[in-house]
């Protein structure tokens, strides 16, 4: 190994180091397991990196049970930070985030982070920083604007934390109109839409309800607790992971080809042909958005497969010869 590659390595490791005290600080009680997954690395190197900060006389201790885990001696703090501009950036673009997905409900933590970082900062180090925010821009996370919503967002952030149930008036799918017990579990942000995971009452079972179809909600008594093996994430993965039984195909002119090829999503697959046609082809749980997608791109498209697909762009075709027949 030359000595750059060695003196990347010790970096990496030092700040691996660094990171698992900070890891440790901030709760007792780490499994193994959950430190190797947010360090990426083995359960092994886990343990040699304990051996190292040990030998350094960071306090660390150790208990074995389903409750133990590693743990800093009680009252053990790292000095004051110094951030470099990468990391100082990151905690920017980190609070801008947080403010466009929460809104008001965290607005006055971002501007009270972001105003003590311009505080610890120096000036260099914030040019820099600033420098790098305008380069670096994320926005249009939402599929919609929820700001009509933030209320009550905030009112179910507020019952999460005090594990209080939480009453509402629901729209589901067919316009109907249910109320409901929730026990709220957790909010969740995927797809560009808000989702609140909870075990609803009503229906006896876990549940996710998309959050711009909850007409009213109200804080009530009653509390709950949440299950302990409880993984939001793997629900969300379970619950959220359609089937997909139609596979669409649909042969594109080349006059269009260029702008299916720029917004396509990661799910299509596109075959090129000699004419500059492309041939795309992607999976669906129903054939309702497909149809739409077809019809919107004209005389340009013509379905392949399935042959659902093809007779409802035919019905659909003829339906709209027939409404300017007269005309």
């Known amino acids: 190994m030359v000595r750059g590659d060695s003196d990347r390595s010790a970096c990496h ?43 350094m006389g ?27 501009a ?8 980190g609070a801008n985030l947080v403010k466009e997905l929460w809104g008001r409900t965290y607005g006055e933590a971002v501007t009270a982070v972001t105003a003590k970082l311009d505080n610890a900062l120096p000036d260099e180090l914030r040019q ?18 929820y ?13 999460m934390s005090d ?27 995927q797809w560009g839409v808000w989702y609140l995971v909870g075990h609803c009452r009503l229906r006896g079972e876990k549940r996710t309800f998309r959050i ?32 997909r039984p139609y596979t669409v195909r649909v042969c594109v002119d080349a006059a269009a080809a260029a702008r299916v090829r720029q917004h396509h999503g990661g799910w299509m697959e596109l075959c090129e042909g000699d004419d500059g046609a492309v041939i795309v082809s992607f999976a669906v749980a129903t054939l309702d958005w497909a149809e739409r997608w077809a ?16 007779a409802r762009v035919r019905a659909a075709a003829e339906g709209i010869l027939r409404r300017y027949a007269d005309t």
């Open 13 to 55: 490791v030092a700040t691996r180091l660094l990171s698992l005290i900070l890891m440790l600080q901030s709760r007792p009680g780490w499994k193994a397991g959950e430190l190797s997954l947010a360090l990426g690395v083995s359960e092994r190197t886990v343990h040699r990196y304990i051996g190292m900060l040990e030998e």
């Open 58 to 84: 960071i306090p660390i201790y150790s208990e074995r049970g389903p409750y133990g885990g590693f743990s800093l001696v009680r009252g053990y703090r790292l000095p004051p930070l110094v951030f470099t």
């Open 86 to 93: 990468e990391e100082a950036t990151v905690l920017y673009m």
């Open 128 to 145: 820099e920083v600033a420098v790098s925010q305008q380069n670096l821009v994320v926005s249009g996370l939402h599929a919609l604007d």
């Open 147 to 159: 700001r009509p919503w933030e209320p009550t967002i905030h009112l179910l952030r507020q019952c």
């Open 163 to 189: 594990r209080r149930c939480v009453w509402m008036r629901y729209r589901g799918v067919g316009r109907d109109e249910t109320e409901r017990v929730v026990e709220p579990y957790a909010l969740a942000f």
């Open 212 to 243: 711009e179809r909850i007409q009213h909600a109200a804080p009530l008594a009653e509390g709950y607790s949440i299950p302990r093996d409880f993984d939001v994430r793997a629900y969300l993965r379970e619950s959220m992971a359609y089937e």
């Open 295 to 310: 019809l919107s791109l004209g005389q340009a498209a013509r379905v392949l497969e399935p042959p659902e697909l093809v």
